[in-house]
Nanobody, 123 residues
């Protein structure tokens, strides 16, 4: 069993930055990939980024490429999402997910999910 907890969300103005954290506990493996998704009410979860636990491989959705950056600290079992130049369209609940079996950009591929952290960007 793996437990994930997101933190770092909040209310910011357009153009500002936030850093989200995803802390893992329980059974973890350094080689397990971790992804970030976001969701607004009534919509499917949107893939944002994924990283191998080794940190050697990353992949980003076009919508956030150049603005968001994913990183990891395996000593702390934590994955980060640095979010720069935030826009009102980025307002959503942000989730981290671990251990995909299949394609990394599909929410159905992930076995474990956190409860989410709210990000609100005002115009």
């Amino acid at each position: 069993q793996v437990q994930l907890v997101e933190s770092g969300g909040g209310l910011v103005q357009a153009g500002e930055s936030l850093r989200l954290s995803c802390a893992a506990s329980g059974r973890t493996f350094s080689s397990v990939p971790v992804g970030w998704f976001r969701q607004t009410p009534g919509k499917e979860r949107e893939f944002l980024a994924v990283i191998s636990w080794s940190g050697r491989t990353t992949f980003y959705a076009d919508s956030v490429k150049g603005r968001f950056s994913i990183s990891r600290d395996n000593a702390e079992n934590t994955v980060y999402l640095q979010m720069n130049s935030l826009k009102p369209e980025d307002t959503a609940v942000y989730y981290c997910a671990a251990d995909p079996s299949g394609t990394w950009d599909k929410s159905r591929s992930y076995d474990y999910w956190g409860q989410g952290t709210q990000v609100t960007v005002s115009s």
